[in-house]
Each structure stands twice: as structure tokens, then as C-alpha cells.
């Protein structure tokens, strides 16, 4: 049975940075759930920071340009925590790499877990249609497939192959 590495505010915990959750429900989810495949995680929590916490956007560049050094992750105030960003997604992509998982259901649009879009770095909610989260990023590297929250049923799918 395939493991699934989902972001813990999809489960409901309150981990996002204003403190809130984006629980997710949904049958298949809680399918997921009863068989034991969930593994949840919060990127940016196991990367150190704390909830809450300041937003936080990529400047101008996703989640590629983080890990090869040529943009940062930034608070609105420009305080640079591109090293929690990348410690957390180690900490993600170690966790794959431990229990084998090849599939991560993470939240849209996040700085750490976006996988098919990501805010510009504006801070005003302008999306970048190609922007690729850190832990997105770093995951999809290493061969592990990466879904959101609008693609349940794609990863149910991928999942029965």
C-alpha cells in the first residue's frame, strides 16, 4: 500500500501561519485516513518556525530558485527565512525517503507546499501560474509525485495504477 505525505492543514490541524487550518473533507481522504496512508507533515513547522507566524511569499522566483540560492522567502517585513524553508523540506523529502513515499498531497499555493502555482512575492495575492513551493519543489526533484487539494481524484487515480 502506497503511503501519502500530506500537509497537516489539510487534515484540519491548526498549523497554517495566521493559525488556522484548511481542513480538507473529502471521501477519499477519508478513505486515506482509515487505511493508514496519511503521513502529515508541516514543512514550515518542521523547519523551525512557529504558529503563528509573519507571511511569507518567495521573491518573485519559486521554489527551484530557493534551493539553488538565487531568490529567498521572505516575511512581508523582508526578513529572509529561506533556511527554515529548506531545513523544512529536507525534513519533508526525509520523511518520504524513510517510509518510500512517492506521492505528497500538499496545500495550494504555499510557499513551502504549492505545487502548481505560488504567490509573486508582492504580498498581494497575485499568483504566479507556475510557481513551485520549496518542499514542493525539493520533493518533485526526488521523483515523488506532488498533488493538491483541487486533485484528489488525479491522485486516486495515480494511486490505483
Known amino acids: 500500500?502506497?503511503?501519502?505525505?500530506?500537509?497537516?492543514?489539510?487534515?484540519?490541524?491548526a498549523v497554517r501561519y495566521d493559525g488556522s487550518s484548511k481542513a480538507l473533507e473529502h471521501?477519499?481522504?477519508?478513505?486515506?485516513?482509515?487505511?493508514?496512508?496519511l503521513v502529515p507533515?508541516?514543512?514550515?513547522?518542521?523547519?523551525?518556525?512557529?504558529?503563528?507566524?509573519?507571511a511569507?511569499?518567495?521573491?518573485?522566483?519559486?521554489?527551484?530558485?530557493?534551493?539553488?540560492?538565487?531568490?529567498?522567502v521572505l516575511h512581508q517585513d523582508g526578513t529572509d527565512i529561506s533556511t527554515a524553508f529548506i531545513r523544512g523540506a529536507q525534513a519533508a523529502l526525509?520523511?518520504?525517503?524513510?517510509?518510500?513515499?512517492?506521492?505528497?498531497?500538499?496545500k495550494a499555493r504555499s510557499p513551502s507546499c504549492g505545487g502548481n502555482g505560488s504567490y509573486d512575492g508582492h504580498f498581494e495575492k497575485r499568483v504566479l501560474d507556475r510557481g513551485i513551493g520549496v518542499t514542493a519543489a525539493l520533493?518533485?526533484?526526488?521523483g515523488i509525485q506532488i498533488f493538491d487539494e483541487t486533485q484528489l481524484e488525479a491522485l486516486a487515480r495515480t494511486l490505483a495504477e
Open 1 to 13: 500500500m502506497q503511503l501519502i505525505l500530506i500537509s497537516r492543514c489539510l487534515l484540519g490541524e
Open 27 to 37: 471521501p477519499l481522504l477519508e478513505l486515506w485516513r482509515q487505511q493508514q496512508r
Open 41 to 54: 507533515i508541516c514543512p514550515e513547522m518542521a523547519g523551525g518556525l512557529g504558529c503563528p507566524r509573519p
Open 56 to 72: 511569507a511569499e518567495i521573491d518573485g522566483g519559486d521554489g527551484h530558485q530557493v534551493l539553488n540560492g538565487r531568490t529567498r
Open 94 to 106: 526525509t520523511l518520504c525517503q524513510q517510509q518510500q513515499i512517492r506521492f505528497a498531497l500538499l
Open 139 to 142: 520533493l518533485s526533484m526526488h
